[in-house]
């Protein structure tokens, strides 16, 4: 009796107080159906790709024996169009039965049983995006019932067919729902996209309490531009969106595009990149059924995924725009290392870029670096040390950086105060095979 007492109190207040569900500490990993399958429900002519129960059970395979799991990758996340039109006669959400013949509770188990997690879709209003049935504000506390009968782990709650008086009640109370049900489930909240993304309209503090995640602006596409525009928004208004973010609590610039048809090899490690500054929720959008060797190499790559799963939870900053076209950026990480990306713009050769750990703000010492992407190792570059860089067109280079470890007892007599005398030229380019010139 006490203990269940207890239990009460406890869900109560954090059901008052804030979205306290322990969830994504870290940004969430997984794979999300939309981007690359949309409302594909033709399983008729097109079994392969359309919203059906195999199309979710072949990616959890494919995560579980393909090594993504390991990496993080656990979410298989179900986006529209996996409802059928009407709900059943209780009022009950219900999948669409010749798609998901098994039904979702036992796609879960499945799914569960290879060490991954469950992620489905709902919307804040009276129908979903693609037509289908909403949440409305009488349906919130049903839907997150169902949603915990049904072992989900994750809803992401999007916000079409509603407005803003609307989803300022539903928000907030669907996260009231889903902690009253006991059940951990991370929630992600189209909500501010709906809002335009930005205070006062948004209110970032409140969506820090409720939520996990949020979308903040619009849909990402499979193209460069896409992806461009994406960046361009989050780093503009990094005054506002960079301190909002932290364990817990994400920016969701939306999907990874890699392994798909718009981006070459440069710009899918520019997504790459970014997204780890942005210490965004990495979901791949794509076939891992049919991916290429070298998209899986940048999505598997484990110091990217180290530098976006970053225990500190600090959110990256775009530190300046070059004329010349490249731009740097960088996330502080914990135990005093960072991340930097130099990104280039120019579209007709590689960018060279010279300049020192000093100019970019370190402070004086001896660093370790490690190009994420060359997977090279430059054991000593002070900071007063000028190098250069080569950055391919819509490329970036990518580096985790961290103070040298013997910096304190070797800084008097050790070989760097022979190496790094005086400012060196290093030299080197993102080719796999270029050396670094000391
Ligand atoms: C909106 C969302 C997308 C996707 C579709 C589904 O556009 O922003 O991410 O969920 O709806 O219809």
């Not at 393909?66 to 039109?85: H, M, P």
């Not at 006669?89 to 799914?111: E, M, S, T, V, W």
């Not at 994400?250 to 048809?261: K, Q, R, S």
Request: glycine letters at 8%; a negative charge.
């Amino acid at each position: 009796m006490q203990g269940s007492a207890l239990t009460l109190v406890l869900a109560f207040s954090a059901a008052t107080l804030a979205l306290d569900n322990g969830l994504m500490r870290t940004p969430p990993m997984g794979w999300l159906a939309w981007e690359r399958f949309r409302c594909d429900i033709d399983c008729e002519n097109d079994p392969q790709n359309c919203i059906s129960e195999a199309l979710f059970t072949d990616m959890a395979d494919r995560l579980a024996e393909d090594g993504w799991r390991e990496l993080g990758y656990v979410y298989v996340n179900i986006d529209d169009c996996w409802s059928s039109k009407e709900r059943d006669n209780q009022g009950r959400l219900q999948a669409d039965p010749k798609r998901f013949p098994h039904g979702i509770p036992h796609l879960a188990r499945y799914i569960h049983d290879r060490g991954l997690k469950l992620g489905i879709y709902g919307d804040m209003g009276t129908h979903t995006c693609g037509g289908y049935p909403g949440t409305t504000l009488d349906k919130v506390q049903m839907d997150a019932q169902t949603f915990a009968d049904w072992e989900i782990d994750m809803l992401k709650l999007d916000g079409c067919y509603s407005n803003s008086s609307y989803q300022e009640q539903g928000y907030p109370m669907m996260s009231k729902a889903l902690n009253a049900t006991g059940r951990p489930i991370g929630y992600s909240c189209s909500w501010p996209a709906y809002q335009g993304g930005l205070p006062p309209k948004v209110n970032y503090t409140l969506l820090g309490q409720i939520c996990n995640l949020w979308r903040n602006y619009g849909d990402i596409q499979d193209s460069w531009d896409s992806v461009l525009g994406i960046a361009d928004w989050f780093f503009d208004n990094q005054d506002v969106l960079q301190p909002v973010a932290g364990p817990g609590q994400w920016n969701d610039p939306d999907m990874l595009l890699i392994g798909d048809f718009g981006l070459s090899l440069d710009q899918s490690r520019t997504q790459m990149a970014l997204w780890a500054i942005m210490a965004a929720p990495l979901f791949m959008s794509n076939d891992l059924r049919t991916i290429s060797s070298a998209a899986r190499a940048i999505l598997q790559n484990k110091a990217a995924i180290a530098i976006n799963q970053d225990p500190l939870g600090v959110q990256g900053r775009r530190l300046f725009k070059e004329k010349s076209g490249i731009e740097v950026y960088l996330r502080p990480l914990s135990k005093g290392a960072s991340a930097l990306v130099f990104f280039s713009r120019r579209t007709d050769m590689p960018n060279r870029y010279m300049t020192s750990l000093k100019t970019l703000g370190y402070t004086p010492g001896v660093y370790e670096v490690f190009d994420v992407f060359s997977e090279k190792r430059f054991p000593e570059l002070k900071d007063s040390t000028e190098f250069v860089v080569s950055v391919n067109p819509s490329g970036v280079v990518m580096w985790y950086i961290y103070p040298a470890a013997d910096w304190w007892k070797g800084a008097e007599t050790s070989r760097f105060s022979e190496k790094l005398k005086g400012p060196k030229i290093h030299r080197y380019a993102n080719e796999v095979d270029a050396p670094l010139v000391l």
